[in-house]
């Protein structure tokens, strides 16, 4: 045999190493399961305390009811204004319970939005639905707190219907400063670490000149809400009791100034546009607001 005309064997290749591939996907899965836990951790919201969740029960005045969606607060009189309120980023919705309640017992109708993942940017067009609802209610307001408020920005912009506009530690994205019609409070507090005075003030430009600002002396971001404190937050000089009281009556008299707003003008009465379910006034609307 001629064993020089034999052509060399070139060696086979090794299949890749099952244990390798392994590794491999467990360290996938680990990586995978480390952003889950992390992204739960994050979007965990902040708890309503148990002052609030008690103020989700009915009273005499005030019938409280919710669903996936939404919880809301009929007061036992008819109410012609309704305030749909856009809760901050990963806050127990419940947690405004206490002065959503309140302000019902005045004879406001109030709302609480439920939102996907506790982030009020993800559905701003839900209070379609509120509105929808309640036929019955001749006036629009929305607000909301801290990114919530941003929403309820939003919301207004993009819908003439919307009368009244409250801010609870928040300021607009978008411009509304042509909206002389649309009657806006911001409420802050002066040692609030998130939307510091200064970024409430550098916004000033974005909402009509009409806009009242009420400033909570020594009241930081987490006291619009009762759900604990929250991370970056400011140093209170007021407790929370406190604020509260005026926040809530702060709200009530922009309600009520709302409401004398939107049933008489200056020069014309409001009467109810049956193709827009809102109300229209026969004559030019102040755009002034006393509180």
Excluded at 232 to 260: E, M, V
Aim: aromatic share 8%.
């Amino acid at each position: 045999m001629n064993t020089a005309s034999v052509k060399p064997v070139p060696p086979k290749k090794g299949k890749p190493r099952p244990r390798f591939w392994r590794l491999a996907l467990l360290v996938m899965l680990f990586l995978l399961l480390g952003v889950t836990i992390a992204l739960v951790i994050w979007l965990r919201p902040y708890a309503a305390s148990a002052d609030a969740m008690a103020a989700l029960h009915t009273t005499p005045g005030v019938t409280v009811t919710q669903n996936d969606e939404m919880i809301s607060f009929l007061p036992s009189t008819r109410a012609r204004v309704g305030l749909i309120f856009y809760p901050g980023a990963k806050v127990d919705p419940a947690a405004y319970a206490i002065t959503m309640h309140a302000l019902a017992e005045d004879g406001y109708a109030t709302f609480i939005l439920k939102m996907p993942l506790n982030i009020a940017l993800l559905a701003e067009n839900r209070a379609d639905d509120v509105i929808a609802a309640h036929p019955e209610i001749a006036v629009w307001a929305v607000g909301g707190h801290s990114l919530g408020g941003v929403a309820a920005s939003d919301y207004a912009a993009n819908h003439g219907k919307i009368r009244g506009l409250l801010l609870f530690a928040s300021y607009p994205n978008g411009d509304l400063s042509h909206r002389s019609h649309l009657q806006v409070l911001s409420v802050s507090g002066s040692h609030d670490g998130l939307a510091t005075p200064d970024k409430i003030a550098a916004a000033k430009h974005l909402l009509p000149v009409t806009t009242r600002y009420i400033v909570i002396q020594g009241g930081i971001h987490s006291y619009f809400g009762d759900y604990g404190v929250q991370d970056g937050d400011g140093q209170p000089t007021i407790t929370r009791s406190q604020a509260r009281t005026q926040i809530i009556a702060a709200s009530l008299a922009f309600l009520n100034q709302l409401t004398a707003h939107t049933e008489k003008s200056t020069s014309g009465e409001w009467t109810r546009d049956p193709g827009e379910n809102v109300y229209v006034c026969s004559g030019e609307a102040s755009s002034s607001l006393a509180l």
